[in-house]
């Protein structure tokens, strides 16, 4: 079975030959990896049996301030290998909708196309998503904070309601724009919209449901509604334990819940087996304390478990580790994680 068709087959219930497997690493480990497999980071894809390919927009843009080995992203916010929040907020200041106006947000013409289409084409026996690239992946959550500070950001959720509204929609519209590039340019390959913000601790959400679905859930919709408008399935990514969240990501039209941090609280397998009538999930394999610590065996086990809870009695499931993969994680840990799943047939 071709991994395009195994992943699409899996997210519609339908039968497959084995649970559909992703990939994803910080930069260090991918290039240990291949090192000392012995081979390029398309080889390692295929070595591992993995079955995505992702496609992102190139920036085109004025040139991004660097120092200390930090970037300002597009939205003028220092962060350090995708983390936002290193430095100044630049929207602290803010008092109005209009202040929020005032600030040079980016544009969309800044991110080129033209390439995606052969990119596409290279891989299309592949399921394709788009990547989480130069900012514009946020659903709003986690950028707004860098953009006016955690505390000051989190007081005006409660106190400040005209200045939130503005500045969400200003990152949703640039969103939308931006996507409406990359879906037209990728018309009939693409298969899936990546999108994230991370709502959750280790013990439960950072803001009540009630805030969550007054503020976040209709632009997310929005968001979603474009992309199935182009025929995509929608992933969306929270760490943390955001269980109470699920059933509204479910109803704003996510069709995928990533990465799965099984250590948070009601994030275990058999707690989110519950939802598998509303969403297919995605990754979850350890990487606080299993892929870093455990032993192969260990390791092993946990992919069997995961299938067990999540991809049996009509559930959908693509597996992956629960987050990006980390210079603490030893090869052969990660070696044994994909031997295993593909060991294991339906």
Known sequence: MKARERVLRALKREKVDRVPLDFWAIPGIQERLCRELSLDEEGLLRYFGVDFRTVEPRYIGPSLEKKNGMQKNVFGVWEKEGFLGYGEAPLEGACTPE?????PFPDPEWFDVTHLREQCEKYKDFALRTAPAWGTWWASFQLSQALRGVERFFVDLLENEALVNRLLDRITEFTLRVNEKV???TRGYLDIYFLGDDYGSQRGLLISVELWRKYFKPRIKLLCEQAKSYGLWVMFHSCGAIAELIPELSEAGVDIINPLQTRAKGMDFESLSRFKDLVAFHGGIDTQELLPFGSEEEVRQEVRKAIS?????????????SQELMPDVPVKNVVAMYDEARKIKF
């Not at 202040?99 to 600030?103: G, K, M, T, V």
Request: without cysteine; charged residues 15%; aromatic residues 14%.
């Open 99 to 103: 202040d929020i106006d005032a600030y």
């Open 183 to 185: 879906f037209e340019a």
């Open 309 to 321: 809870a999540l991809a049996s009695s009509g559930g959908a499931y693509i597996l992956a580790s």
